[in-house]
């Protein structure tokens, strides 16, 4: 049995100076915690070259992503029932905490320790800094500002490994941490001074066994897959530990979902087909990407020689590939309600973009390499917004927010699997392939532990190809073992079923969705975040023109929309309401004009002051009737008579999008004529 939701709560009323600093604010934090995902990418050899450990270098991103992935849904959680902004503040002080010991690591596991501590409260400010726009902003402007944080998170995707290489090259990789502190401190600050202290708080039944025995499990899964055959032999003590530990775990797990009050990932949601579907799609793109943003600096520095600048920017066509994919891929969603397709080409172009990546050589064409990782980058972008899409679609209201928090969390944790795997590959197959290259015999001077652009230019000729070669056909096997993986993903999703879309699903696709974001909330805050999405891309003026139409009022789209205000603003003058408004008196004389005729309005003799008449009250009733006839229309498949809370979001929706939009009187004046 599921906990209760917590119904919708208005935004609360603040200026809109106010609101820009504590957005602005918000995205700070998001920045910091986004950006650590792939900021270290490009400043990985530079780093192995000072502290060593090359064996565990995929951990510096393998840490952070996991700590990340399975603490969001508690931060979610603990935010919702005791206060987001307390701890939101907690997750920044922390996190900037772990930025300066990380920039401070005297050694590899001291690094990988510390950004496990930022990725624990990573997921904490991407989480955080959502809800918060919730409590803070209106209906009508709310999608607005969760596109911001969607092309926050993309654009940290994209300069991530630009900025790293930056920083890296100009000052040292430890600023690749420090960076987060004058960002952090100034977030908190703002947060302090303009966050209100009062948010909304959901009542939430936290999973904390459910919580610790998935952490347990997937973390002793991934060390066993990183450290297998490198640190310890497959039949050592400690890797057969691990595996037990794991397996142990995960069947505890799956017991104890079974008994809990509100389950961080319920059983029922896994038997789903789609779900089931769609996340093992996730695992094998997530795996393949997140694989790729590791590794492939590495490539471009050491084998191809190029900055570590100019490595960020060579990279930048998987993230082209990427977007343009995912974009595209969701206006034709939109259109068409059709999405199998994509899932089924995306993971085909992906498969093909790792062949491609492993047939790239020391001599490969700087514009055909490009080309490869635009392949690459599009194959995922085809996917990557369509699994959510497909699972939101599918799963029953009950399980919406955690199946669409669930489909992200097995991308992340295959990212995990995948960064972790690949740095087991390359730590194996590395000194294997240079002792190959260099005829069985390495020089003193050749440390496969430490290898660096800038040791390998140090090389003589004699030996500098044959290392270059060996680190090519090492990074160009890794590739290659991902085929296989890929073509799992291209027959699994031949698989994923093709569900007719809700129109509530459908419409809300759009761009600021291309790189969809981990998100912990309520099947309630999952609806209202896609009404909101849609309502945020409607024609204002033709809204209030079908509203009208739907009530049966012969009503012009400029005079509904002043009933609402003169609701709002009761025993009111037209010039005092213009003042209040910002708007000259003469645009506002036409609807009232009409609304007076009708008699829905009366002004009072002597002082000019309006009043809405019961007629007036009556008509607005009957508006906002239409208006919540309209949103339950969109709900298709979630019925709101069966939901209460449903039904509550509805008629607070209703009213709040009908009377917060200041715009529409502009938008529905006629236009002047030359």
Known sequence: MLAPEAGPVAALELTRRRIYIIVGALLLGMFIAALDQTIVSTALPTIVSDLGGASHLSWVV????????????LWGKLGDLYGRKIFFQAAIVIFLIGSVLAGISQNMTELIVFRAIQGLVGGGLMIGSQAIVGDVVSPRERGRYMGLFGAMFGLTTVIGPLLGGLLTEKLSWRWVFYINIPIGILALFATAAALPGTLTRVK?????????????????????????????????????GLGVIGVVTAVLFVFAERRAVEPVLPISVLTNRVFASASAIGFVVGFAMFGALT???????????????????????????????????????????RYKVFPVVGTGVMTLGLWLLSQVGVATNAWIFSLYMFVFGAGIGLVMQILVVAVQNAA?????????????????IGGCFGTALFGALFANMLLTNLESSLHGKLPKHVNASSLNPAAIKALPPA???PVITAIAHTVNTIFLVAVPIGLVAFALSWFLPEIELRRTVRDAVGPEQAVPM?????SLQTVQRALEQVARRENRAQVYVTLAERAHLDLQPASCWLLYRLR???????????????????????????????GYVTEEDGTGRLHVTTSGEQVTA????????????LLEGLDPEEHPELMLLVQQLAHELLADDKKLLADARPRATA
Request: aromatic share 6%; glycine share 10%; hydrophobic share 40%.
């Open 622 to 633: 009957r508006l906002t009737a239409a208006r919540q006839q309209g949103l339950a229309d």
């Open 568 to 598: 709002e603003h009761p025993e009111v003058s037209l010039v005092d309401l213009s003042g209040q408004l910002k708007v000259d008196p003469s645009r506002l004389e036409a609807g009232l004009g009409e609304l007076e005729t009708k």
């Open 295 to 337: 590794f492939m600096p590495l490539f471009l520095q050491d084998v191809k020689g190029v900055s570590l600048i100019d490595s960020g920017v060579r990279i930048l066509p998987i993230m082209a590939g990427l977007f343009a994919c995912s974009i595209g891929s969701g206006q034709i969603v939109t259109r068409t309600g």
């Open 204 to 240: 939430r039944v936290i999973d904390y066994l459910g919580t610790t025995l998935l952490a347990v499990s997937a973390t002793s899964l991934v060390l066993l897959t990183s450290l297998g055959g490198t640190s310890y032999a497959w039949g050592s003590p400690q890797i057969i």
């Open 62 to 73: 393998t840490s952070y992503l996991l700590a990340s992935t399975v603490s969001t849904p």
């Open 396 to 412: 029953p209201y009950e399980q919406l927010g955690v199946a669409t928090s669930g489909t992200t969390f097995f991308r992340q």
């Open 463 to 465: 030996v500098r190809l």
């Open 518 to 522: 981990h998100q912990d909330a309520t």
